[in-house]
């Protein structure tokens, strides 16, 4: 089993920066992508930025220069610095992670959400 622990959310005014930080751990052989979804008030939960253990990212429209995916493979952690935030990025952020299990199954798990506002 694979556990996500997310922290770095809270309330921040517009124009202002956060990092989201994601650690992975548990029965993990190799996680090949990691990535930060967000689900907004009454929509559906949609990818922000994703990362593959080469380091190729990918991101929404929305959020390009703004925002900045990295990771550690050494640690399985993955980040989300988000710059110039906007109102329309408050939403529950969750973290994702997908790779093999040392049993060699597949795994694909969630992190428990971190509420990000962004309001004056």
């Known amino acids: 089993q694979v556990q996500l622990v997310e922290s770095g959310g809270g309330l921040v005014q517009p124009g202002g920066s956060l990092k989201l930080s994601c650690a992975a751990s548990g029965n993990i052989f190799s996680v090949h992508t990691m990535g930060w979804y967000r689900q907004a008030p009454g929509k559906q939960r949609d990818l922000v930025a994703a990362?593959?253990?080469?380091?190729?990212?990918k991101y929404v429209d929305s959020v390009k220069g703004r925002f900045t995916i990295s990771r550690d493979n050494a640690k399985n952690m993955v980040y989300l610095q988000r710059n110039s935030l906007k109102p329309e990025d408050t939403a529950v952020y969750y973290c994702?992670?997908?790779?093999?299990?040392?049993?060699?199954?597949?795994?694909?798990?969630w992190g428990q959400g971190n509420q990000v506002t962004v309001s004056s």
């Open positions: 994702n992670a997908e790779g093999f299990s040392y049993a060699a199954s597949e795994f694909d798990s």
């Open positions: 990362i593959t253990s080469g380091g190729s990212a």
